[in-house]
Nanobody, 121 residues
Framework: QVQLVESGGGLVQAGGSLRLSCAASGIIFSINVMGWYRQAPGKQRELVAAITRSGGVTDYEDSVKGRFTISRDNAKNTVYLQMNSLKPEDTGVYYC??????????????WGQGTQVTVST
């Protein structure tokens, strides 16, 4: 099993920045891809950023490209999501997720409990 614990959410004004962190523990050698999902109020959860084990490949949902950056520190078993130029539509619960397979956009196997991000106007 893999456990994921997010931190770093909060309330920020539009145009501001936040950095989310996700600490992984357990059988982490089985994990290849890490991702961040977002669930806005009344909407389905969507993948916004993903990164491979080496960190060499990343991908983003179109609405966050150029504003969000995903990174990972394998020595610390931690993945980050730097969010800049935040918009009210970025509001939602952000979930860290991990998958054993190598594809960034396929179904994920493990989930964190989520952290709330609220962007005010």
């Amino acid at each position: 099993q893999v456990q994921l614990v997010e931190s770093g959410g909060g309330l920020v004004q539009a145009g501001g920045s936040l950095r989310l962190s996700c600490a992984a523990s357990g059988i982490i050698f089985s994990i290849n891809v890490m991702g961040w999902y977002r669930q806005a109020p009344g909407k389905q959860r969507e993948l916004v950023a993903a990164i491979t084990r080496s960190g060499g490949v990343t991908d983003y949902e179109d609405s966050v490209k150029g504003r969000f950056t995903i990174s990972r520190d394998n020595a610390k078993n931690t993945v980050y999501l730097q969010m800049n130029s935040l918009k009210p539509e970025d509001t939602g619960v952000y979930y860290c997720a991990a998958r054993k397979g190598r594809r960034l956009w396929d179904e994920y196997d493990y989930w964190g409990q989520g952290t709330q991000v609220t962007v005010s106007t």
